[in-house]
């Protein structure tokens, strides 16, 4: 017999950011010890972690901008804001957004960017795109704790690398971190092996949906059926595709019988308003708030 259990880093946080809450407090207090006025951040136009910067940066008294993916968004953003709650919320807690090319977003971590992002924010501090630094990955070190120390595996949705990488520093010897890619591709192994030098963990990639923010019809239906049956809300862009594959790996026998197993639910619920509005225009059926 194979349980497991989720960790809801949603329900551990008043403002529902789940991981991001850890990936930014270590952020936020050199921001704050550097004297910087304004958090700049980089993403796409559903970005949780644009939502969250500009939510978070507003109560820790600073300034936000938001670089995004998609020059287009910009040009009418009324507009752009009534159709997405995700920059629509970010827009409320005051973040200023900076629309640029899909090109040019390719050279956001160009020495030449950064510093022409410099000039036109002074005082500016600059966190990486998804987040993911070494602050970010030393906050995320904080998810396990001395309660979670008798599982013996810890799975984990993976964006940038960032929370897992944590999580695998913080980790114990017996036991082994699986992570469960939202996007395509095997880059994600070397971004890793950047932030830990321990080997007790596997990325699965068999369960990404055909990439970053894919969704079907079969997805959709599993977090209704999670949700009724467990009362537990999961995105559709991170934490649904690792629950969705842990459970088919349990049934394929991949672990080991009386196995104790760890999913940790990473949050990205203000991302569903913006997914059902997209799946409602492909006339899919909606995720069940």
Same mark, same amino acid.
């Given at each position: 017999?194979?349980? @497991?259990?989720?960790?809801? &880093?949603?329900?551990?946080?008043? *403002?529902?950011?789940?991981?991001? *809450?850890?990936? &930014?407090?270590?952020?936020?207090?050199?921001? /704050?010890?550097?004297?910087?006025? $304004?958090?700049?951040?980089?993403?796409?136009? @559903?970005?949780?972690?644009?939502?969250?910067?500009?939510?978070? !940066?507003?109560?820790?008294?600073?300034?936000? #901008?938001?670089?995004?993916?998609?020059?287009?968004?910009?040009?009418?953003?009324?507009? $752009?804001?009534?159709? *997405?709650?995700?920059?629509?919320?970010?827009?409320?807690?005051?973040?200023? %957004?900076? %629309?640029?090319?899909?090109?040019?977003?390719?050279?956001?971590?160009?020495?030449?960017?950064?510093?022409?992002?410099?000039?036109?924010?002074?005082?500016?501090? =600059?966190?990486?795109?998804?987040?993911?630094?070494?602050?970010? #990955?030393? !906050?995320?070190?904080?998810?396990? $704790?001395?309660?979670?120390?008798?599982?013996?595996?810890?799975?984990? +949705?993976?964006?940038?690398?960032?929370? =897992?990488?944590?999580?695998?520093?913080?980790?114990?010897?017996?036991? $082994?971190?699986?992570?469960?890619?939202?996007?395509?591709?095997? %880059?994600?192994?070397?971004?890793? /092996?950047? @932030?830990?030098?321990?080997?007790?963990?596997?990325?699965?990639?068999?369960?990404? %949906?055909? !990439?970053?923010?894919?969704?079907?019809?079969?997805?959709?239906?599993?977090?209704?059926? @999670?949700?009724?049956? /467990?009362?537990?809300?999961?995105?559709? =862009?991170?934490?649904?595709?690792?629950?969705?594959?842990?459970?088919?790996?349990?049934?394929?026998?991949?672990?080991?019988?009386?196995?104790?197993?760890?999913?940790?639910?990473?949050?990205?619920?203000?991302?569903?308003?913006?997914?059902?509005?997209? &799946?409602?225009?492909?006339?899919? +059926?909606?995720?069940?708030?």
């Amino acid at each position: 017999m194979i349980n @497991y259990q989720v960790l809801d &880093l949603t329900k551990a946080s008043t *403002n529902l950011h789940g991981n991001k *809450n850890f990936k &930014l407090k270590l952020n936020l207090e050199k921001a /704050k010890s550097t004297q910087k006025s $304004t958090l700049i951040s980089f993403g796409g136009a @559903y970005s949780n972690h644009i939502s969250a910067l500009a939510e978070i !940066g507003k109560a820790n008294g600073f300034r936000t #901008v938001g670089v995004i993916r998609g020059e287009e968004l910009g040009k009418n953003l009324q507009l $752009t804001l009534s159709n *997405n709650p995700s920059l629509q919320k970010a827009h409320l807690n005051g973040m200023h %957004f900076k %629309f640029i090319s899909r090109e040019t977003y390719r050279q956001k971590n160009s020495s030449q960017f950064i510093k022409l992002l410099q000039n036109e924010f002074p005082n500016s501090y =600059i966190i990486p795109e998804g987040g993911t630094n070494d602050l970010a #990955v030393k !906050g995320c070190e904080e998810i396990l $704790t001395q309660e979670t120390s008798s599982f013996n595996f810890i799975c984990c +949705p993976v964006g940038t690398g960032g929370t =897992i990488s944590g999580i695998i520093n913080a980790s114990k010897s017996h036991q $082994t971190v699986l992570g469960f890619p939202a996007l395509k591709g095997d %880059f994600l192994n070397s971004e890793i /092996k950047k @932030y830990t030098n321990k080997t007790n963990w596997r990325l699965i990639t068999d369960y990404h %949906f055909g !990439g970053y923010a894919k969704i079907n019809e079969a997805l959709v239906t599993f977090i209704n059926n @999670y949700k009724k049956s /467990k009362n537990i809300l999961l995105d559709p =862009i991170y934490t649904a595709k690792m629950i969705f594959g842990l459970e088919d790996l349990i049934q394929l026998g991949y672990f080991p019988q009386n196995s104790r197993i760890l999913a940790i639910h990473t949050g990205g619920l203000q991302g569903i308003s913006g997914m059902n509005t997209l &799946l409602s225009k492909k006339g899919l +059926p909606t995720i069940e708030i």
